[in-house]
């Protein structure tokens, strides 16, 4: 296998394991475990909305579902989380499979494809605050217990170095099925579904797995999402916040390629974070929801001036840069 | 020689309007077949059939003598039918050589040898040079080159082609045609629908004729076009009569011509007697 592509991975994710060395305070640790729940969220969705073209409005009901998974396997079956998270990922991938051979095989697409998703997600997020397995409105709360054998560490930087280490694991198999026949059949679906078939591609196969994959990776974060905050409710589960930071991150980074939800989650989180620290100091107290304001306008930017998202403008500078020096 | 292809009464409603009726044709192994007629004979329709992208309202498609009626078309890409669209449609967003190899990751597994069998692909429909470019890019002749490669680099044993040359200048054409000949003497059976019909004449060995969604006439190109019936459903009702009365009186002319030339040789008068 040549090694070669995958270098700038293997060093962006060490710069970034690097990071709690020289950053220390609590605040930055969490920001930063939290910047990576939502790269892998973020991740899931680029698999079936970057590259696939199928923009999902409701990847909560994937993240939800893990992050319930794991919950409740360990409060109500007292299963270990370690076996707990395959456990959930799968569920998530059986979800993304279910969803996927209903909207597909009735060939939705485009807005219809993304309001199905989406009322998926309030049907999941409306059961589940109903339901009392799933602990009904009060929600479920993880016993804490530290230690490593119940994936809850003590030192806030074993829950990062966790959380980066699945980023690095999504951002190692997006690379690699961006450069597999499935990846470039997965694009040729997104460009010109007609053309793709004429080309002995399998559509709603295709289509298909990458749902699956992308119900299994956003999961995931659901489930490291638990492990980090012990608590759960459906509003945090299956909310609307995670399928729009979800589609955002890499709306931002920049859509389909293989790091624009890592750019787009810590840019996002980012100024969201910087906005409401400066709104609070600036009026003496917090404004809820004022970051959501900073992400409304950065989607209008990207959308009207950087359509390829951040990599997509540096791309472009770089380009430039490189034209001026031949 | 055996037929690779036998289409066997194929009809194809679409509601009220029947636009295709009862068509049959084969296209023999190693040939060049063309598909005419006039603009909405159907030729378009019957190709979406034969390529699996329509249903068939009635009748049966035989490929190499089994029933593909009711594949659906990806399939029968798997199988060996690769078709272009009339329309071009590009992977805009892709470059030249990633749309190619989109075609030969059919056959191919790996990546380095889809991509060498994309590269090779180009080179053979002349799109070497700009294998890196966005296929968006592509001028309108560049494009149709695309759509040949990308259906080539699934390694068919049947082409559909629907009008190549439809849109592009007469030396555009010229560069065309040989590539397609050259595609045939690599072992691939070309069924073509085309307007340009310098090229048919020139390409094709045998010629269906489509009009108002019936075959009318097959053949040789030569014969077909001198058919009374495709020259009427071409020109419209009485035009193979009008043309034969045409050509008995240009006919007459020149024999007319000829008299006053060789009177006026023999130093009489026009219009005198013969002697």
Redo the contacts between chains.
């Keep these: 296998m040549n090694r070669a592509p995958y270098m700038p991975i293997a060093l962006v994710v060490l710069g970034l394991a690097l990071l709690p060395l020289g950053l220390t305070s609590n605040t930055v640790l969490n920001f930063l475990s939290f910047a990576m729940i939502i790269t892998l969220a973020a991740q899931g969705w680029n698999i079936l909305g970057g590259y696939g073209g199928q923009f999902s409005f409701g990847h909560a009901v994937f993240f939800g579902t893990g992050a319930y998974a794991m919950a409740l396997l360990q409060v109500r079956f007292g299963i270990n989380p370690w076996l707990a998270l395959p456990l959930a990922m799968a569920l998530g991938a059986a979800v993304g499979f279910a969803i996927g051979h209903l909207s597909f095989r009735a060939r939705l697409r485009g807005s219809y494809f993304a309001l199905v998703t989406l009322a998926f997600a309030e049907v999941f997020r409306i059961s589940a605050n109903a339901w009392g397995f799933t602990g009904g409105a009060a929600g479920v709360l993880v016993p804490l217990r530290i230690g490593p054998e119940h994936m809850q560490f003590a030192d806030k930087r074993l829950s990062y170095w966790m959380a980066l280490s699945f980023v690095a694991a999504t951002l190692v198999l997006t690379l690699a099925m961006s450069r597999s026949r499935f990846g470039a059949q997965l694009v040729a679906v997104r460009e010109n579904e007609e053309a793709a078939r004429a080309l002995g591609v399998d559509a709603l196969a295709v289509k298909l797995k990458a749902i699956t994959l992308s119900g299994a990776i956003t999961a995931s974060a659901g489930c490291l999402y638990t492990q980090k905050f012990l608590y759960l409710d459906a509003n945090l589960a299956y909310g609307p916040w995670i399928s729009v930071e979800a589609l955002l991150a890499p709306i931002i980074g920049g859509v389909g390629t293989v790091f624009g939800p890592l750019v787009g989650a810590v840019v996002l989180l980012g100024l969201g974070e910087v906005t409401k620290t400066a709104f609070a100091n600036l009026t003496g107290g917090a404004i809820p929801g004022v970051d959501l304001v900073v992400f409304g306008v950065l989607l209008i930017l990207c959308v009207a001036y950087a359509p390829r998202g951040v990599l997509g403008l540096a791309q472009g500078w770089l380009g430039r840069l490189k034209g001026a020096r031949p | 020689m055996s037929a690779l292809l036998s289409v066997q009464g194929v009809t194809k409603r679409f509601g009220g309007l029947t636009a295709v009726d009862n068509a049959s044709l084969d296209v023999v192994k190693g040939s060049i077949t063309g598909l005419i007629g006039p603009n909405g004979a159907g030729k378009t329709t019957l190709f979406t059939v034969i390529?699996g992208?329509e249903a068939a309202s009635a009748g049966t498609v035989l490929f190499e003598g089994r029933d593909i009626t009711g594949l659906?078309?990806?399939?029968r890409?798997?199988g060996g039918i690769?078709?272009?669209?009339q329309i071009v449609?590009?992977?805009?967003?892709?470059s030249v050589r990633?749309n190619i190899?989109?075609?030969a990751?059919?056959r191919?597994?790996a990546?380095h040898a889809?991509l060498e069998q994309a590269d090779a692909v180009g080179h053979q429909v002349g799109l070497g040079p700009l294998l890196d470019q966005s296929a968006g890019q592509l001028t309108v002749a560049g494009r149709k080159r695309l759509e040949l490669a990308?259906?080539l680099?699934?390694a068919p044993r049947l082409l559909l082609l629907d009008e190549v040359l439809a849109g592009l200048n007469p030396s555009e054409i010229r560069d065309m045609m040989p590539v397609v000949q050259a595609i045939r003497s690599s072992g691939v059976t070309i069924l073509i629908v085309e307007h340009v019909m310098q090229a048919v004449m020139s390409l094709c060995d045998t010629v269906h004729v489509l009009a108002q969604g019936r075959i009318i006439a097959a053949g040789p190109p030569g014969t077909v076009s001198r058919d009374p019936a495709v020259i009427e459903a071409y020109l419209g009702h009485g035009a193979a009569a009008r043309m034969q009365a045409q050509d008995v009186r240009q006919a007459e002319d020149v024999r007319q011509a000829e008299d006053l030339r060789q009177s006026q040789a023999r130093g009489q008068a026009p219009g005198a007697p013969h002697a």
């Design positions: 390529a992208f659906p078309a990806h399939v890409a798997v690769a078709r272009t669209f449609q590009p992977f805009a967003g892709l990633e190899a989109v075609g990751f059919l191919h597994k990546r889809a990308r259906a680099a699934t």
